[in-house]
Nanobody
């Protein structure tokens, strides 16, 4: 079993910045993709950004050039640096990790962290 602990959410004015972090712990032998998703009220959960174990990165078009995803494989962490935040970035942000423990690969989700962008 893998546990994910997120941190870094909060409230910020438009144009501001926040940094989210997610740490994976527990029974892990291989971590594959690590990513961030978000869900606004009344909306479906959507991909924000994902980074593979090899370092390949994909972003949602809406956050390209504003958000940066990174990972530290030694610490089993993934971070999301969010700059130039807009009100439409307001959502609950979830960390998602694909990992295995000497066997089947599973997806794990964090508990979510609220991001509010408002003046």
């Amino acid at each position: 079993q893998v546990q994910l602990v997120e941190s870094g959410g909060g409230s910020v004015q438009p144009g501001g910045s926040l940094r989210l972090s997610c740490a994976a712990s527990g029974r892990v032998s291989i971590i594959y993709n690590m990513g961030w998703f978000r869900q606004a009220p009344g909306q479906q959960r959507e991909l924000v950004g994902v980074i593979t174990s090899g370092g390949s990165i994909n972003y949602a078009d809406s956050v390209k050039d504003r958000f940066t995803i990174s990972r530290d494989n030694a610490k089993n962490t993934v971070s999301l640096q969010m700059n130039s935040l807009k009100p439409e970035d307001t959502a609950v942000y979830y960390c998602k990790v694909s990992a295995s423990y000497y066997g089947a690969r599973n997806d794990y989700w964090g508990q979510g962290t609220q991001v509010i962008v408002s003046s």
